[in-house]
């Protein structure tokens, strides 16, 4: 069974920092790559990022490079986006989903479980 549940979101001040954290209401993820997404109202969701099964590689959205990491802990428990040097623009809903696959696909279609979501917003 998953059910990922997101947490770790609130209003923040422009340059501060946040951590995400992502669970499977403590059961395990599994060997599964996991994506965080955004969504403002009106927008299409978009992938920030991703990270493959085992935390070896990941992938970033261009306008977070540099500024979020996300990462997960062998126990295949949690998985977490630490984002630092916020801006406004980041402001919005975001989701961690599991992916249908081990290894990075960058594509939401790719993705079969999703979380309700946390809010995160940035103040300027």
């Known amino acids: 069974q998953v059910q990922l549940v997101e947490s770790g979101g609130r209003l923040v001040q422009a340059g501060e920092s946040l951590r995400l954290s992502c669970t499977n209401s403590g059961r395990p993820l599994g060997s599964w790559a996991m994506g965080w997404f955004r969504q403002t109202p009106g927008k299409a969701r978009e992938l920030v990022a991703e990270?493959?099964?085992?935390?070896?590689?990941?992938y970033y959205e261009d306008s977070v490079k540099g500024r979020f990491t996300a990462s997960r802990d062998t126990a295949q428990t949690n998985v977490w986006l630490q984002m630092n040097s916020l801006k406004p623009e980041d402001t919005a809903t975001y989701y961690c989903?599991?992916?249908?696959?081990?290894?990075?696909?960058?594509?939401?279609?790719?993705?079969?479980?999703w979380g309700q979501g946390t809010q995160v917003t940035v103040s300027s």
């Open positions: 989903a599991r992916s249908l696959r081990p290894t990075l696909t960058m594509s939401m279609d790719m993705f079969n479980y």
């Open positions: 990270i493959d099964w085992n935390g070896g590689r990941t």
